[in-house]
T-cell receptor
Framework: DAMVIQNPRYQVTQFGKPVTLSCSQT?????MYWYQQKSSQAPKLLFH???????NEADTPDNFQSRRPNTSFCFLDIRSPGLGDAAMYLC?????????FGPGTRLTVL | DAKTTQPTSMDCAEGRAANLPCNHSTISGNEYVYWYRQIHSQGPQYIIH???NNETNEMASLIITEDRKSSTLILPHATLRDTAVYYCIVRFGNQFYFGTGTSLTVIP
């Protein structure tokens, strides 16, 4: 039973062409996260929402934006993808003590 | 700056205990230590967490030193399916900061 769903699993975009990655959850958790994971590196926290409150990490580039229209959905918008933005993007939720991760979306930038 | 440091890789014989260390010397009093693992191309999976007491669950044990500057994750009887990257994480409030991870290989 999928609890954190990410669509699509694989996304290809062109250099500079805006792209949106989607995440949904069936857990009704109040916190949602976006992480960037580059090849052979640890996940890096980009930002998170506590309910509707948006919390940006200090070193997250302005090129990355997020929207959370309701509890279930959260979107990652990359306004002008560069080659360096190619990575796995992980969505996670949390309520209480644990984080629950989705399977990730692998973004390729051509 | 990384909040945790871990060895890059470790091997463990199948059926033996795997002991994965983590240093978190700058941890503050209200920051929890979490362990997650990630199997190739999947999202990280929760293993265990603790604040200052040792913890045990069905997957693993977590030993935290008294000064809380380091911890050890113990997989008591490693199997081939435990081959993964193990991340030691410090949690502050709602923010989870991943360490560099240890790639554990369980050898038959």
């Amino acid at each position: 039973d999928a609890m954190v769903i990410q669509n699509p699993r694989y996304q290809v975009t062109q250099f500079g062409k805006p792209v949106t990655l989607s995440c949904s959850q069936t857990l009704n958790h109040n916190v949602m996260y976006w992480y960037q994971q580059k090849s052979s590196q640890a996940p890096k926290l980009l930002f998170h929402y506590y309910d509707k409150d948006f919390n940006n990490e200090a070193d997250t580039p302005d090129n990355f934006q997020s929207r959370r229209p309701n509890t279930s959905f959260c979107f990652l918008d990359i306004r002008s993808p560069g080659l360096g933005d190619a990575a796995m993007y992980l969505c996670a939720t949390a309520m209480g003590q644990k984080q629950y991760f989705g399977p990730g979306t692998r973004l390729t930038v051509l | 700056d990384a909040k945790t440091t871990q060895p890059t890789s470790m091997d463990c014989a199948e059926g033996r205990a795997a002991n994965l260390p983590c240093n978190h010397s700058t941890i503050s009093g209200n920051e929890y230590v979490y362990w997650y693992r990630q199997i190739h191309s999947q999202g990280p999976q929760y293993i265990i967490h603790g604040l200052k007491n040792n913890e045990t669950n069905e997957m693993a044990s977590l030993i935290i030193t008294e000064d809380r500057k380091s911890s050890t994750l113990i997989l008591p009887h490693a199997t081939l399916r435990d081959t993964a990257v193990y991340y030691c994480i410090v949690r502050f409030g709602n923010q989870f900061y991943f360490g560099t991870g240890t790639s554990l290989t369980v050898i038959p």
